[in-house]
T-cell receptor, first 114, second 109 residues
Framework: EAGVAQSPRYKIIEKRQSVAFWCNPISGHATLYWYQQILGQGPKLLIQFQNNGVVDDSQLPKDRFSAERLKGVDSTLKIQPAKLEDSAVYLC????????????FGNGTRLTVT | RKEVEQDPGPFNVPEGATVAFNCTYSNSASQSFFWYRQDCRKEPKLLMSVYSSGNEDGRFTAQLNRASQYISLLIRDSKLSDSATYLCVVTGGADGLTFGKGTHLIIQP
């Protein structure tokens, strides 16, 4: 089974620039998550999709972050404009749908904002 | 948002020793529990689910104490390759799925 695919692996941008990350979940997985992981901390949920609907975006900084999963498959996460504190690894994960199901993570995108 | 707390460590343990660490959660409505392992600069990977009756997978034993609201992970006969960060995950209720900050384990030769 193919895993969760993410791109790019690395991105370096200057503050106030925009950036977008892409994620393709495991085929058939209804639930897709975007997490932000700052060095030394656990992953923090940014947004959770169930198919193409948003389940939880309570911790998404909506003034600068946006995400979509238009067809209920792959997803993009955008930051506009970026701040220094956005430097982190952005992890995408998917699961079959039940909260009892463990998550499968992609390799992540390491973002550095200078 | 409810909390999931872990001792960040690091736990420095000699090879072959037994090590255990806990994770406490504040949401009594939590329903599912997992331990994930994360190697340096890698993504988290599922280590094991935690069942109410406790469960064992080789050298690893996970237990749940609902009364005191914590889960534990025990590693016996530790190997150098066990060095990693161990993340506790708690799900259920209105808070959805929440990660702890992780416990850093270093197995020393």
């Amino acid at each position: 089974e193919a895993g969760v695919a993410q791109s790019p692996r690395y991105k370096i941008i200057e503050k106030r620039q925009s950036v977008a990350f892409w994620c393709n979940p495991i085929s058939g997985h209804a639930t897709l998550y975007w997490y932000q992981q700052i060095l030394g901390q656990g992953p923090k949920l940014l947004i959770q999709f169930q198919n193409n609907g948003v389940v939880d975006d309570s911790q998404l900084p909506k003034d600068r972050f946006s995400a979509e999963r238009l067809k209920g498959v792959d997803s993009t996460l955008k930051i506009q404009p970026a701040k220094l504190e956005d430097s982190a690894v952005y992890l995408c994960a998917s699961s079959p749908g039940s909260y009892n199901s463990p998550l499968h993570f992609g390799n992540g995108t390491r973002l550095t904002v200078t | 948002r409810k909390e999931v707390e872990q001792d960040p460590g690091p736990f420095n343990v000699p090879e072959g020793a037994t090590v255990a660490f806990n994770c406490t959660y504040s949401n009594s409505a939590s329903q599912s529990f997992f331990w994930y392992r994360q190697d340096c600069r890698k993504e988290p990977k599922l280590l094991m689910s935690v069942y109410s009756s406790g469960n064992e997978d080789g050298r690893f034993t996970a237990q749940l104490n609902r009364a005191s609201q914590y889960i534990s992970l025990l590693i016996r006969d530790s190997k150098l390759s066990d060095s990693a960060t161990y993340l506790c995950v708690v799900t259920g209720g209105a808070d959805g799925l929440t990660f702890g900050k992780g416990t850093h384990l270093i197995i020393q030769p």
